[in-house]
């Protein structure tokens, strides 16, 4: 079960104005099913940050305006965890409004390095 963390985190977002309720529910939804597949441990102290990421990064890329720039650690994840990267474009997918939204290799990576962090099972390649 996901920590009071992630909804509070969310809520917040909605409240402030930062993400639309839809976004929200979408990406609750999607953290839900990766937590329950066993993908992320929702115990890690990364599932708020990742939270707050995923919901941001989803609200700017249904928007049309995905991050571009990517750095090296980023890259290093992407490369050598292809299995990651995949299920980073996935998540991204299930939880962008706009089905022909650009989703960027910025975008998909960073969302990665946080899966990296976040996964319970060791191998998602």
Known sequence: ?????????????????????????????SLSRLEREGHLDPTSESIGPFTNHLAIAV???SKGEPIT???????????????LNREAEKLLRQCIQDSDAEITSAETGFVALY???????????
């Open 1 to 29: 079960m996901l920590p009071a963390e992630v909804k509070e985190r969310l809520d917040l977002l909605v409240n402030s104005k930062q993400i639309e309720p839809d976004t929200r529910k979408k990406v609750w939804e």
């Open 59 to 61: 609200e700017r890329i």
């Open 69 to 83: 720039d990517i750095n090296e650690q980023v890259n290093e994840v992407v490369r050598d965890h292809p299995g």
């Open 115 to 125: 899966l990296a962090l976040l996964r319970r099972q060791p191998d998602m390649d």
